[in-house]
């Protein structure tokens, strides 16, 4: 079984400071693991992915995450947030063959202050 | 030149009424999927398709009824409408099984039930 856990229902910063939303993932196979971007009133997009290879990831918008297997840990990081960034954000795991369903993680709330 | 589309984008109806959403996606993938977001954001998988076949039918009443015609297209019935099914609907895609099942999402449907 796989499960997402997303650390903070809402999470509060000001414009310029970092931005870190937590994730943490269990899955009994190596896993894939996605991070989610919806914006109000519209559908998620992908903002990065890990699967295989290097373990720290960029996504768009200067977002990156790194995937940490001793931590189950998936985090989302920007090192300077704009007002642009308020959002609700998902993390997302799933794995190769077998039960390939993503599992959504309950979304966190990003705001962004002036 | 939109990947997943949906309509109707709202949808307000009272209820008992029986009503329909439509998807299709231009991306060529093979799996389709359902899900549903409550008013706390919850994304919940309701189904999925792949080719055609009916692979996830989640614990959903048995009143919401998928159907795809061909695999670019996933339509989501549902029969008696009640006030707890006031929600976002949201159709995904992706590549297919066995793939990192990256989830690319249409706009939403946003149903009020009355």
């Known amino acids: 079984a796989q499960s997402v856990t997303q650390l903070g229902s809402h999470v509060s910063v000001s414009e310029g400071a970092l931005v870190l939303l937590r994730c943490n993932y269990s899955?009994?196979?190596?896993?894939?693991l996605f991070w989610y971007v919806q914006y109000p009133n519209q559908g998620l997009q992908l903002l990065l992915k890990?699967?295989?290879?290097?373990?720290l990831v960029k996504g768009i918008n200067g977002f990156e995450a790194e995937f940490k297997k001793s931590e189950t840990s998936f985090h989302l990081t920007k090192p300077s947030a704009h007002m642009s960034d308020a959002a609700e954000y998902f993390c997302?795991?799933?794995?190769?063959?077998?039960?390939?369903?993503?599992?959504f993680g309950r979304g966190t709330s990003l705001i962004v202050h002036p | 030149d939109t990947a997943v589309s949906q309509t109707p984008k709202y949808l307000v109806t009272q209820m008992g009424n029986d009503k329909s959403i439509k998807c299709e996606q231009n991306l060529g993938h093979d799996t389709m999927y359902w899900y549903k977001q409550d008013s706390k954001k919850f994304l919940k998988i309701m189904f999925s398709y792949n080719n055609k076949e009916l692979i996830i039918n989640e614990t959903v009443p048995n009143r919401f009824s998928p159907k795809s015609p061909d695999k670019a297209h996933l339509n989501l019935h549902i029969n008696s409408l009640e006030l707890g099914d006031s929600a976002v609907y949201f159709c995904?895609?992706?590549?297919?099984?066995?793939?990192?099942?990256?989830?690319?999402f249409g706009p939403g449907t946003r149903l009020t039930v009355l």
């Open positions: 997302a795991v799933s794995r190769s063959g077998g039960s390939y369903i993503p599992t």
């Open positions: 890990y699967t295989t290879g290097a373990t």
């Open positions: 995904a895609s992706s590549g297919g099984r066995g793939l990192d099942n990256e989830q690319f």
């Open positions: 899955s009994s196979v190596p896993p894939y």
